[in-house]
């Protein structure tokens, strides 16, 4: 019985450095390059982990000011998506690699006048999303969406 015990230690001695080695492979780089999100802001615009990139919420800013765009939902929801297209872009990930959106209205009565705007940037298969009314988004802003993207393998 003490030898089947000091096997499984053994064993467990061997195999555990081998999976903290696979795991400190992933790098966590945390990222901020100005383009959308001004670099005073206390957070950073994308945090990627191995090949996978989370990105801040955004809104309907134009890039580099913490200035909502006129227009209303429409016109905050596609700067909103530009703005996540060229944060994307940015750190080399594209709409197509993006697995998951969360998106919070001010009004979810607005929420099919942002779907209208939504489809123009994915198609199907589009990615997993969820969608919520929110009081009190930063600046006033009608809509904010954050999304988790995975770069795909050649």
């Known amino acids: ?6 096997a499984i230690f053994v064993a467990a001695a061997i195999t555990c450095p081998a999976v903290g080695t696979a795991q400190d492979r992933l790098q966590v780089e945390f990222l901020n390059s100005g ?5 005073t802001l206390p957070f950073s615009e994308a945090v990627r982990v191995g090949d996978t ?11 580099g000011l913490e200035e909502l765009v006129p ?10 998506l ?7 872009e940015t750190h080399r990930y594209t709409l197509r690699d993006v697995v998951k959106c969360t998106v919070m209205l001010a009004d979810i009565a607005e929420w099919a006048r942002f779907n209208a705007v939504y489809r123009t940037f994915f198609s199907p298969p589009y990615p997993a999303r969820s969608a919520f009314g929110a009081t009190g988004l930063a600046l006033g802003a ?13």
């Open 71 to 80: 227009g209303g939902i429409e016109a905050e929801a596609r700067q909103t």
């Open 35 to 39: 383009k959308v999100t001004p670099t």
């Open 142 to 154: 009608r809509v904010e969406v954050e999304c988790i993207a995975v770069r795909r393998q050649a």
């Open 53 to 63: 990139l989370f990105l801040s919420g955004q809104i309907g800013v134009r890039p």
């Open 1 to 6: 019985m003490n030898r089947v015990v000091s």
């Open 82 to 88: 530009e703005n996540i297209r060229t944060t994307l």
